[in-house]
Nanobody, 119 residues
Framework: QVQLVESGGGLVQAGGSLRLSCAAS????????MAWFRQAPGKEREFVAR????????YYADSVKGRFTISRDNAENTVYLQMDSLEPEDTAVYYC????????????WGQGTQVTVSS
């Protein structure tokens, strides 16, 4: 089992920045694929960014590319999402997810943290 706890959400003005954190426990963190998803009101949950265990292989949704940066600290069992140049369209609940080695799906999810961007 893996437990994920997100933090760092809040209210920010358009153009501002936030840094989300996701602390993992329960399994060797360095073996996990980690990702961030988000769900806006009335919309489906969507992929935001992911990183493999090395932290160097990253991938982003087109909507956040160039503005968001995913990173991980395997020594601290934490993955981060640095969000810059925030837009009102980024308003959503952000979820951290972890995937086991050898699988394509994400097996564990955090409880989510609210990000609200005001115009």
């Amino acid at each position: 089992q893996v437990q994920l706890v997100e933090s760092g959400g809040g209210l920010v003005q358009a153009g501002g920045s936030l840094r989300l954190s996701c602390a993992a426990s329960g399994r060797t963190f360095s073996s996990l694929r980690m990702a961030w998803f988000r769900q806006a009101p009335g919309k489906e949950r969507e992929f935001v960014a992911r990183t493999l265990w090395t932290g160097f292989a990253t991938y982003y949704a087109d909507s956040v590319k160039g503005r968001f940066t995913i990173s991980r600290d395997n020594a601290e069992n934490t993955v981060y999402l640095q969000m810059d140049s925030l837009e009102p369209e980024d308003t959503a609940v952000y979820y951290c997810a972890a995937g086991l080695p050898g699988r394509t799906a994400y097996d564990y999810w955090g409880q989510g943290t609210q990000v609200t961007v005001s115009s």
